[in-house]
């Protein structure tokens, strides 16, 4: 069974840091993409950020310069820090498995954390 368990979600003030964790099993880890979303009432969940298994990274435009994602495949874990936080970061922070390289070619995987609340308020 596949679980993804997020933690560090709080309530901070404005331009203040957290940083989220997301400890995966079930899973080659070591093989798998991971990415950051976020999701806010009544919108889309976004990708903030992405990490692959050779460590490049991407990121969204409106976090780039402010959060970092990292991963730990001794501890299969992804992590974000997030830095200079504003108040429309406030959302719901999920820890996502993009997908595996095999060999027979890349496999989206379609694994969710339970989420994590970021409230960014003065």
């Known amino acids: 069974q596949v679980q993804l368990v997020e933690s560090g979600g709080g309530a901070v003030q404005p331009g203040g840091s957290l940083r989220l964790s997301c400890v995966v099993s079930?899973?080659?880890?070591?093989?798998?993409?991971m990415a950051w979303y976020r999701q806010t009432p009544g919108k889309q969940r976004e990708e903030v950020a992405s990490?692959?298994?050779?460590?490049?990274?991407n990121y969204v435009d409106f976090v780039k310069g402010r959060f970092t994602i990292s991963r730990d495949d001794a501890k299969s874990q992804v992590d974000l820090q997030m830095n200079d936080l504003k108040p429309e970061d406030t959302a719901v922070y999920y820890c996502?498995?993009?997908?595996?390289?095999?060999?027979?070619?890349?496999?989206?995987?379609?694994?969710w954390g339970q989420g994590t609340q970021v409230t960014v308020s003065s």
């Open positions: 990490i692959t298994v050779d460590l490049t990274t």
């Open positions: 079930g899973i080659n880890f070591r093989n798998t993409d």
């Open positions: 996502h498995t993009d997908g595996q390289d095999t060999p027979a070619g890349y496999v989206p995987l379609p694994y």
